[in-house]
């Protein structure tokens, strides 16, 4: 039995002046989903991924029958090109990881984390940084939660960039994310800081049923972390299906040299990762899809996939 869809992306394009950025791009991911983004440098994940959390206004097209729209939770977060007025209340649902972790250099640990708090907090509250002792206990939870409750008082720019992540996705926890958004959450890291935070990934999703959507430079980090991956390509979805069937030939396929830094040597240091909440595809039916370019593209059928993800509270843990 299928879950409730957490994102529903319909026909979204995206250009920045006369450069098309998104192409038309469709998919869903249900709730429970650890999902992965791959595609070159330039092939428009980062854009797609705020697009989704209503952070970029998708292009308006003037079609009426491919208007284009992300829902989250099934309710609209913008459609042809506005964000919608609830855009607020979905954003406090949903949990963003950037590449470069986006903390307060001055403030502690532990504070960059209460700020997770921010969107449910009385507003002269929020506006002063008045967090209550529960707050403090709260995000103290969320740091042991990721391994770093012991650099709680120090500086955020003090930690190291893996310790700088880890902090990051606390802060999510402290908002009570129910679906997170990471873009390139390892890209700056060393292999053994990337590692645990795709496993603080995994076990988010596998123990509180937090959906993710993770950007990946790297293929093997989709194999090993991630039931299913999307793909893209120059603003397309080239691929969107099981993890397992991105093999070094399938790639080379869909981006010629360009696959060779996607599918990097692995690095042996990376451990064996907790297996993802979703079930593997059941009677997957292949089909071809086209791109622009012409290449052709295999992908699935996902209306015969079985899910095996609970749907679950998500809570702090002090």
Do not use: W
């Not at 607020?88 to 502690?108: K, Y």
């Not at 990934?201 to 959906?211: F, M, P, S, Y």
């Not at 990762?273 to 370019?293: N, R, T, Y």
């Amino acid at each position: 039995m299928l879950t409730e869809p957490v994102v529903q992306a319909r026909h979204v394009s995206k250009s920045f002046g006369g450069t098309r950025v998104l192409k038309d791009v469709s998919f869903e991911i249900r709730r429970g989903e650890m999902v992965g983004l791959i595609g070159a440098s330039g092939s428009g994940k980062s854009t797609l991924i705020r697009t989704v959390a209503g952070l970029t206004p998708v292009d308006r097209l003037s079609r009426p029958a491919q208007a284009p729209e992300i829902l989250l939770f099934s309710q609209s977060m913008q459609h042809r090109g506005r964000i919608a007025r609830q855009a607020n209340e979905l954003r406090a649902r949903v949990g963003v990881v950037f590449q470069h972790f986006n903390l307060v250099p001055r403030l502690s640990a532990l504070t960059n984390v209460c700020l997770g708090q921010l969107g449910r907090m009385p507003l002269l509250l929020a506006a002063i940084g008045k967090f209550s002792r529960a707050d403090k206990r709260r995000a103290m939870g969320a740091l042991a939660r990721v391994g770093i409750a012991e650099h709680a008082l120090k500086r955020g720019c003090d930690l190291s960039g893996g310790q700088q992540q880890r902090a990051a996705i606390a802060r999510t926890l402290m908002q009570g994310a129910e679906f997170i958004l990471a873009d390139e959450p390892i890209a700056s890291l060393d292999p053994n800081s990337a590692r645990r935070v795709m496993d603080i990934l995994a076990e988010l999703n596998r123990q509180d049923g937090i959906t993710i959507l993770v950007s990946l430079h790297q293929v093997e980090y989709a194999l090993r972390y991630c039931a299913r991956t999307i793909a893209l390509k120059a603003g397309e979805i080239v691929y969107d299906g099981p993890s397992d069937a991105l093999t070094p030939e399938f790639l080379a396929a869909i981006y010629g040299a360009e696959s060779e830094d996607l599918f990097a040597p692995f690095d042996p240091r990376l451990g064996q990762a907790a297996k993802p909440l979703e079930a593997p595809l059941q009677g997957a039916v292949p089909s071809l899809v086209q791109p622009a370019d012409g290449s052709p593209v295999m992908t699935f059928d996902r209306s015969r996939r079985a899910v095996g993800a609970e749907q679950l509270n998500v809570r702090a843990r002090a």
